[in-house]
C-alpha cells in the first residue's frame, strides 16, 4: 500500500510514487524463470495468447542469452508487445494456460517478455525492415495499439503507409491512457519509433474531418482503416458536475502522463464513479497524488464489474474502498463552487435482461451523503459517431459494423479495428493486445483485397 506522509509533501515526493511498480528481473532471475520453462509442444501458451507469440521459442533463447533472438520473436507477433508485457492481464491468458499451474506455479511470461523487450529498448534495437515498395498507399485513422500493429503489417507488405493522429503524440491508449507506474511513456515512444522507421508517416495533430476532410482520404488512398479508439467519458446526467473538483478520469490520468505532478489531491477524500480499468487507474492515481481516502462507487457488484481481477486487487491493496450497488445521484459543491461531497442511493439488480446483464435500479429512501473533495468520472466512454458518419460507415451506437472475417466495414475500401468495433456485443474483450491482432489481422485483409504488383522502391 503506498503510504504518504503530508507533512512537508512535494510535487517531487509525490512523483516517485510514479515510477513503474513491477521491478525488472535480474539476469539471474530471468535466466532462473526460462529454465523453469518445459518448452510444450502445441503450447496452450500460444493458443491463450491473441496475438500467437511463440512463447517457448522466445522463453528457449533467453535461456540461451540470445536476447535480441528473444524480443525479434515477440515483436514479429505482437509489435507492441514490450507494452503488452507490462499491460496484459497475464494470468487470465497465457500464464493462466501454463500447464505448471497444475503442480507448482506457472512460467513469468510477462515478466519474461518485458526482460527480452527491455534489452532491446535498452540497446536501442531496430529489428525489422520495410518490405520492397508495392505501390500501394494506405490511411489509417489513429496511432492506437490497433493502427499502429496495422501500420506496422502494412509497411512490412510493401506498402505505403500514412497515420492521421489527432493528438501530439502517436501511441494512443499506451501513450495518454495507461498509468506511468504500469507502463512508462519511453515505452510506447519506443514502439512508435519502431513502426516509424519502416517508413510510416505519422502526421500527429492532424483531426480527421477537420484538419483534412473524410473526401480527401477517400479520394487518395487505396484503403482507408479507422481504428479511432473511444472519446471522453460521458456525462453522469446528475447536477453538480460542474463543479470545481469534477474530473473526466481519462484526462486525469493522461495529465499524469504529460504534465507535473500535482499536489491538488493531497490530504483529500476521492469518490470515483465506475469499476472499470480506467476507474481503477484513477483510484490508484489518487492515492499516489496523496489523497487520504478514495472510495469507487459501482452501481452494480463485484461480479459484474469489467476491471481485470489483478487490477481490483491492486487496489484494495493501495487501500481503497469499493461501494457496491452505489449509484451517485448528486454531487454537492460549497458557497464558492467547490465539490464537498456526493450523494448516492442504494441500488438493487433485477433478473438478468435479453443481453444477459442484470439492471441495477435503485431502492428508495436509501439516499445518503458522503463527504469528498473530488469527484472522477469513470462510467465508460464516448464514440466518435460524428466521424463514423462523416464515413459514411453504418455503426450502432458508434460502434462500426465490419465483417468479422475481414474487418471490412459497410465502404468497401474502408477498414476498421480495435476499440472502436468493440461492444455492443461485438468483438469479444476490449484488451491492448486483441486490438493487436486485430490490426495485425485487418492489414492481412488489405493485402488480400488489394493484391498489388510488386514494383521496385523509389
Known sequence: MVSVNHAKISSDDLSLNFQEIVPDLTKQEALDEANRCLYCYDAPCIKAC????????????????????????????????ASCSRVCPTEELCEGACVLNHSTKPIK?????????????KNEQSLF???????????????????????????????EVTIFEAEEKAGGLNTYGIVPFRLPLHISYWEVKQIESLNVTIRTNTRVGQDISVGEILKNYDAIILAIGMSKVP????????????FDAIEFVRETKTKPISEALLGKKVAVIGAGNTAIDAATSSVRLGADNVKILYRRTSEEMTAYEFEYEFAKQDGVEFRWLTAPIRILGDEQGNVNGIECIKMELTEPDDDGRRRPVPISGTE???????????NGQSRYVELIEQFNLEHKGGVVKINPE??????????ACGDVIFGKGQQGDAMVVSAVQQGKETAYSIHQLLKPSVVESA
Open 406 to 415: 475481414t474487418y471490412q466495414t459497410s465502404k468497401q475500401k474502408v477498414f
Open 129 to 159: 525492415k520495410a518490405g520492397k515498395k508495392n505501390g500501394k498507399t494506405v490511411a489509417i485513422v489513429g496511432a492506437g495499439p490497433a493502427g499502429l500493429s496495422a501500420a506496422r503489417e502494412l509497411a512490412l507488405l510493401g506498402y
Open 109 to 121: 511470461i510477462g515478466n519474461l517478455q518485458r526482460y527480452a523487450t527491455d534489452w532491446a529498448i
Open 235 to 246: 456525462a453522469l446526467g446528475i447536477n453538480g458536475e460542474d463543479l470545481a473538483g469534477v
Open 368 to 378: 445518503f451523503i458522503l463527504e469528498v473533495d473530488a469527484v472522477i468520472k469513470a
Open 50 to 81: 491473441p496475438t500467437g507469440i511463440d512463447i517457448p521459442s522466445f522463453i528457449k533463447k533467453i535461456a540461451s542469452g540470445n536476447l535480441k533472438g528473444s524480443a525479434k520473436t515477440i515483436l514479429t507477433a505482437n509489435p507492441i508487445g
